[in-house]
């Protein structure tokens, strides 16, 4: 690739051609501000609408301002990111942007994470003068289960949408409506709970502002904690104890497991719990079920299909549902682990405890929004009452006057606390699909795995494929995370399977579950959902046991209550079904 | 219509179709053009003025005088000498003949149009028009 | 074949047949064919002529007669003197403005004498929907010359020819055209932008109704040119006679081998799509345009890339205007340097201008560059309406700048404008008298375009609705001087800023008037007046010493704000009034005055 000179502020950045003045300012260590501009590396998300204006540089020679997250640099380019004229120009734009903005920042789910906020700091707005008394554009607002819209706090940036239609593919949000009403929304203005929307929150996870955001449900849980009639448990996800610590100031990839559990418990919760464990029973459930599809299909059964496609990611299941409902029978019935561990709670644990059901309480700490879905689907009824993202217990433990840098290391309650290594993978991309592998391994041969680390289904990749040997059977296995991925890999299943693949793994977040809607919001760093990620197979590689059907706790489970995997008690409690969505 | 599969076709078919607006090309080049005027009141048509007008518009296209434009008039007050025809070449003033049959036509395209001396019969005219 | 001798055109444009020229092109073919005429006199419905001020018009041929406001009832009587008879009927013949008298012969009608009709040359001509007429007209023989020649030096006679694009932003067409020629591609595509938005521009309507088959003879040339064997008429679904002539004139094309598979035998197939657009401003931005057609959202993007190399399905595109289009067969026909010796030195050919607002001829006009302001305002448009004093012409619609009586001698181009703080724009070209506020046109513009904004990026769609807001102010009397200061800096920026032409040129309406009639600006926030007594806000009455007392006024006063003795001047209470001008209507001494 050809290289040019460019010279911003006095600097020579010596750039590809084709870059823009935006990264050959960063290449000089310039720091142009930026507001809709967004590149999550590595995923196909670059939100390069050059709306917002914040950007703008002058350029020489050229009339106007020019937009430095999208105006190409040329060689012998002379670029000046400070003077009178652009800071006076940004100071503008931005006071505009203000003055068609909510003023209540107190009262914000954002605040303290609005990169608008930030803005007006670092231009030390002090008055808005224009549009002062202007009017405001206002809309509806739009309550869900998982996601709330607050349009009046839009600033056109686009990124929602961006990740919508281009990482997620499922085109729910687009921009309607011109000039000054002009705002992000779902055709005809609907509620985006009666779109094709599959709750995935990734457009929360980019939304610059306080205009999306997850339906907050803290003030129930601490109501519920109050209640003495009642016993409150709690079940964490593998991906929140990677991220948690973000939340209070620790670097990125920091395993805080110890401290979250010591924080539940400070907090009032009778147990503290953790999904993983409900993870290794998945794996008991969906390892089973590929094996006893694979033989199926091996002795001719024509009504058997392959392959099999994970199961535990809740706005994955919207989105088949939504997209493919004339092939139901593909992914696995199986629950996703939040819901596997909530039937067991209220079953299981709850007879074992000899606790009343409806005086018990699940609540679940989850890195993602659609589980808030999920758990209010029909077909699950009370087993999940309340789920918090890893963002609200973040603020649930501030709440309650906990300094969590100095907690002491505390352990999961037995008997939903124990784990092996395979559940806590469940929380990135490609975990499932090796947990699975662990197990169907042994299962299949009859033999001990010695190396547990299926490195070929590990990484960051949008699509990896990898075959592996299960003894005689040689497995093609499909990793995708990105609903455009999964498109893809659907499309080609539709088309035939012409690859063969016998199992695929889908995650709708970019990066899986440690790239949640709910985990702190990490505001365009793509090194954090790695960082997160390593943080994972850290734990993983420390744990004694790293194989689901080694967990002593899952195993008493089956012993004394399902007796075995696939059983009809399994399916009735840890399988479900699905149903064919017709939405706009 | 078949296609035209050529750029002697397309050629071919201007020629034939150019005629049709003719008349209109002339309009919008009327002082480049001389513009023989019947007389079409009811005293010129009882005189036979239509054949004349005729006569001259199959003259011109038959001689392939282009840069002859027919047209009519209301009566110019000369009853007693139907058909009258105006003639008037570009630059110059117009002339009246008058009792134009069609022999008189002929002599007034060969000699006045299209040899320039001036044939007799002429009508004095003794008005100015109003929208010169 | 009949042998006509007499052709009757009967202007066929959209404020024509509203007002019902449709019904005199029957009315009139059914009087011929009732005196046994039918093969004599052929009566033709055209394009649109231009002088709509007067519309319906009929045109008799070849003596170049011109009706004007013709009434199907006056049929019978054209018909009965002027056809049979060969009188001219007087009371429709056009008036001479000053000497009131009737003008038979529309060469000696000043509204067409000083135009030259290169891109509406065959409107008002030809019936648009006979193929052969274009034919007749030297039709398609542009790109059958085109055909002979190779695409570098078809681009190099557009080049030579000096042709800028006429929607507005004035680039020339021939460099445009390169551009698209030299980015190689397996598909490129050429899209005619018909999405005229300016208010009170008609030009390319009336080009598409007039003379539908120029279009598609130049899309032609211009995919011959860049190499596309597609192309794609964007127009607004609100035009529908353009398109159904359009419609008309792509079939007949195709029927007589002139546009699809291998075009008058050679090895060039090119053919044509209709998309329509819903009538958004902003789609008339190429970038905006090209998004439609694809069915997303129309919006601009940034340009770089440039249709040319990105375009329609990431394809090179290129993409002209209407009247753009429009110059290219007469290019060809008579030559670059013929073309190139129109004009001015930057500015060559004509250019279509909409004459509209307080001129007494409303209409289509076409003009050589570098006419006068002066010339098309008072020579052609016959000056301003009721003898009022001429105060400012907006040209370059919503995007442009006023103009006023110092700049009436500046020869029209491109760059005179621009340098003039307006611009060409699309052609429209409004014109204002001493009765026009001149904060209150600002205003109407950034109505307009705040309304058409489409609210991509932050100056324009929260920028031009703060400055609407303050105009607002001002005009309703709430402004204060630093209201002006406020205006002037949000304009700049807005112009520094904003994405795409349409924000960036939003600001223009308020800087030129505020430049030019600052005065009249700081009368509203100062002294709280409205020099053109317009901004019923900023307006009194006042009953004057010509009050005889009569007590007519207190009486419909609604609010009982007038005071007085019978046979004694009587007085306004200027905190009651409402302004509702009751009182003057009523006064029959004028004795109350608004000022």
Redesign the interface.
Known sequence: MAQVNVTIDGKVAHVEQGSTILQAAQSVDIKIPTLCYLNLHDTNMENKTASCRICVVEVEGRKNLAPACATPVMEGMVVKTNTLRVINARKKVLELMLSDHPKDCMACTKLGDCELLQMAERFGIRELEVGKDGAQSTYKKDIGVAIQRDMDKCIMCRRCETMCRQVQSVQALSGINRGFDAVVAPAFEVPLMETKCVQCGQCVAVCPTGALTEKEYTDEVVKALMNPHQTVIVQVAPAVRAALGEAFGMPAGMLVTGKMVAALKQIGFDYVFDTDFAADVTIMEEGHELLERLNKVAHGEKDVKLPILTSCCPAWVNFYETEYGEILDLPSTARSPQQMFGTIAKSYFAQKMNIEKKELVVVSVMPCIAKKYEAAREEFGEDVDLVLTTRELARLIKQCNIDFEKLEEADFDAPLGESTGAGVIFGTTGGVMEAALRTAYEKATGKILENVDFEAVRGFEGLRTATISLGETQLNVAVVHGLSHARKIMEEIKAGNPRNFHAIEVMACPGGCIGGAGQPYHHGDVSILKKRQAALYTEDQGKVLRKSHENPFVQEVYNQYFKEPLSQKAHELLHTHYHKKERL | MPKMMSLEELQALREKVKASIDLREKGDQAEKMVIVRVAMATCGIAAGAREIMSYFLDEAQHRNLTNIMVTQSGCMGYCYAEPTVEVTKPGEEPIVYGYVTKERAQEIIEKYILGGELVEGIIPVSHQSLDE | ?S?????I?VCGGTGCLSSQSGEIVEGLKKAIEDIGMQNQVQVVKTGCFGFCEKGPIVKI????TFYVQVKPEDVEEIVSEHI?????VERLLYENPESK?????S??MNFYKKQMRVALRNCG??NPENI??Y???????AL?KV??LSQMEVIEEVKKSGLRGRGGGGFPTGLKWEFAYKNVADQKYVVCNADEGDPGAFMDRSILEGDPHSIVEAMAICGYAIGATKGLVYIRAEYPLAVKRLECAIAAAR????L?E?I??TAFSFDIEIRFGAG?FVCGEETALIHSMEGK?G?P??K?PFPAASGYWAKPTNVNNVETFANIPVIFLKGAEWFSKIGTEKSKGTKVFALAGKINNVGLIEVPMGTTLREVIYDIGGGIKGGKQFKAVQTGGPSGGCLTEKDLDTPIDFDNLLAKGSMMGSGGMIVMDEDDCMPAVAKFYLEFT??????????C??????LL?ILEKIVSGRGTPKDLD?LK??SE?I?????CGLG?TASNPVLSTLKVFEEEYIAHVRDHKCPAKQCSALLQYRITEKCVGCTACSRVCPVGAISGTVKKQHTIDISKCIKCGACESKCRFNAIVKE
């Open positions: 074949m042998k006509y001798m007499m052709h055109l041929l070849p003596d170049n049979v008879k060969g009188r001219k008298t009737p003008i038979s012969d060469k000696h001509f030809i052969e007429e034919i007749a007209r030297d039709g398609y023989g059958a055909l002979t029927e007589y081998g002139l699809g291998h008058l035998g958004a959202r919006e993007t940034t770089p705040a309304e058409e904004s489409c609210g991509k990026c932050t100056p769609r929260v920028g031009t609705k703060r807001e406020t800096e949000l920026v112009k520094d800023t904003a994405l960036q």
